[in-house]
């Protein structure tokens, strides 16, 4: 087997998982909206696996023997829980596409520098493929990688019932009171960037 694709398998996913890291001559795994929470350290012995989506998930970290994937030229772990990556993912010089968009990162890896990447993605509506990455100390013992997209923040939806409401009250508070001191459009922008950052 080489290419695996695993589809919303519920709470046996993890299990699953594990057993499946014991193909070693797996190449491609695509294991997206499956609401897991972590990936096995097993996952470190798949040396031919190439290609891991793991996106819509629960991910919060990678375990460290990800690096030991060292023919993997594509990661994509977008829209998970991550708030930190391997320091050594830098180990993984095959990669060339890497797509972290809406995690929860601070910063990337220093070791990031020792890869040729084509694309690194932080953000959905990014416009370019690469960034411009700035180092930084962030202890005298770690030095880092950040840039403009760099703290991510989650956003938070907000359903439609709730701006229609919100708007029905603005309406209402409108004609009633006759106010017209700030306009819908920034009342309804100041209540979207409030539960933005919540």
Not at 127 to 146: F, H, W
């Amino acid at each position: 087997m080489s290419v695996l694709v695993f589809l919303q398998n519920g709470q046996d996913s993890f299990n699953l998982l594990f057993t499946f890291t014991r193909l070693s001559a797996l190449e491609e795994m695509i294991i997206n909206d499956n609401t897991l929470n972590e990936l096995p350290s097993s996952i470190g012995l798949l040396r031919n696996l190439n290609t891991l989506i793991a996106d819509h998930n629960l991910l919060k970290e990678l375990p460290h023997s990800i690096c030991s994937c060292v023919s993997l030229r594509i990661l994509s772990l977008a829209d998970n829980n991550i708030r930190q990556l391997p320091e050594d993912l830098g180990r993984l010089t095959s990669l060339k596409v890497m797509n972290f968009s809406n995690n929860i990162l601070s910063y990337l890896p220093f070791s990031l520098t020792q890869i040729e990447y084509k694309s690194l993605w932080l953000s959905d509506n990014q416009n370019r493929p690469i960034l411009q990455l700035n180092s930084e100390l962030r202890s005298p013992y770690q030095k880092v990688l950040t840039c403009v997209l760099l703290p991510q923040v989650h956003f938070l939806p907000i359903s439609s019932a709730v701006l229609y409401n919100y708007f029905f009250v603005i309406d209402q508070r409108r004609a009633c009171d006759g106010l017209f001191g700030a306009s819908a459009c920034q009342q309804a922008q100041i209540f979207v960037s409030h539960f933005q950052h919540r």
